[in-house]
């Protein structure tokens, strides 16, 4: 069955030509060819995203939106060009509603500040899950403590999937907000984000959607989905660092105010008054990432090129393999069974602590992640302190998960 998944994936999916576009994959680690397994934490760039940068610092240079010379208008239509690929990206209905930040990070404290501290009173609620990032958590908590709010947390199962039944228990008309992540970074998880954003909105909540793990292997419609915001960082879809998008629906960006203030974002200034500029430039103070939001559009037309439905079968398929291969490792526990896995494949050795295990793989040349992945509550609900995260990307392949399990073997032996 695997044999015939994998030839009907190789017919439509050529990953030894995928690997042609990463310079970074001919890299020697300690004497041994790179296996890079760490693609949840950040994906390498193909060769178009870092000659776009390239370009753009060589031949156009220059600040946008602000004058009327060659290099300032060729800049300003490459930024504002790679805002409407990410609008088609997401399948979102204008340009308006897609607004450039540093990363998901700063996409979700923009919308803690600057549309839940306005609206949340004492009393009310925000409604996140028990599988969240740190970024999906801790701005929550602090605008609950800014406005009187209660944080509410619905609860995962042992396996790792969110327990419904919970979830619609916690959901209250005292909800006004529900923040949930699409696809877990510490487990993989693929969470129904559908169902679950027409059930908050039953009780009236805004739904903000934590896309970062989820754009880089899933076709994203926001429409679709049902939510009102949602957020995604260019570095984890073979894009740029220190730059991504918050798409939010028009109505509600219009009537936010105005996260950072300064050049750029306004209208009019005298000092007796400031008017701002309209959505999404009153969310876009000062000179922005011109290089790293060019470089994301480029990412988005090389993951567009490539296909996102073919993509995820190749990845799937890699997931299912390297399953079955550690599974037959009795010293090895699979950290959560979710019904649906994307990507993520994280796991324990015995009592090896997990940096151990990752500095043995490195020298292994394979690069893996060792921590709690900024995800210390789902450490906690498992009862370790760390995991060995696997992660796979597009240029992932089969021989690469038999390098793992050499490198899993090693360390069996290292610790035997």
């Known amino acids: 069955m695997i044999a015939r998944a994998q030839k009907a994936i190789e017919r439509t999916f050529d990953v030894e030509e995928v690997r042609k576009d990463f310079p970074i994959l001919d890299r020697i680690v300690h004497g041994k060819p790179l296996v890079y397994l760490d693609n949840a934490a950040s ?3 193909p060769r178009a995203v870092i000659d776009a940068i390239t370009d753009y610092y060589s031949r156009y240079h220059s600040n946008i939106h602000r004058g009327v010379h060659t290099l300032s208008e060729e800049a300003t239509a490459a930024y504002e060009g790679a805002r409407a690929k990410v609008r088609d990206f997401l399948k979102a209905a204008s340009e308006r509603e897609v607004i450039f930040v540093r990363g ?24 996140i899950s028990e599988m969240e990032h740190h970024s999906n958590i801790v701005p929550w908590q602090v605008v609950c403590e800014q406005t009187g709010a ?23 008309s005292r909800t006004r907000i529900v923040a949930l992540t699409h696809v877990s970074n510490a487990i993989g998880t693929l969470n129904p984000v559908s169902e679950l954003t027409r059930l908050a909105h039953e009780h009236g909540a805004v739904v903000l959607i934590d896309g970062a793990q989820a754009v880089p292997h899933l076709p994203v419609d926001v ?82 090129r490539l296909g996102l439905d073919s993509l995820a079968a190749h990845e799937d398929e890699l997931l299912r393999l390297a399953t079955d291969a550690v599974s037959e490792l009795p010293e090895v526990t699979i950290i959560g069974r979710p019904r649906e896995r994307v990507g993520v494949l994280s796991l324990n050795i015995g009592e090896i602590h997990a940096h151990d295990v990752g500095t043995i793989l490195d020298q292994e040349g394979i690069a893996v992640r060792a921590g709690h992945h900024c995800a210390q509550p789902v450490m906690q609900h498992y009862g370790v302190p760390a995991t060995t995260r696997v992660s796979f990307g597009a240029y992932n392949t089969r021989e690469e998960i038999d390098r793992l399990m050499i490198g899993l073997k090693r360390v069996l032996e290292i610790f035997a």
């Open 150 to 172: 209660q944080l509410v947390v619905a609860p995962m199962n042992d396996a790792g999937d969110l327990i419904l039944e919970e979830y619609e228990r916690r959901l209250s």
């Open 43 to 45: 994906s390498q760039k």
């Open 223 to 304: 429409r679709e989905l049902g939510c009102d915001f949602y957020a995604f960082s260019g570095h984890k879809m073979y894009g740029p660092t220190g730059i991504g998008a918050l798409w939010g629906r028009l109505e509600l960006l219009e009537g936010m105010p105005p996260y950072e203030t300064g050049g750029s974002m306004i209208r009019t200034v005298t000092f007796e008054k400031t008017t701002y500029a309209r959505v999404p430039e009153s969310f876009e103070a000062g000179t922005p990432d011109i290089s790293g939001a060019i470089g994301l559009g480029v990412a988005v037309d090389w993951l567009s």
């Open 104 to 127: 998901t990070t700063e996409a979700i404290n923009l919308v803690a500040q600057a549309y839940a501290r306005p609206n949340l009173r004492p009393g009310d609620e925000v409604l």
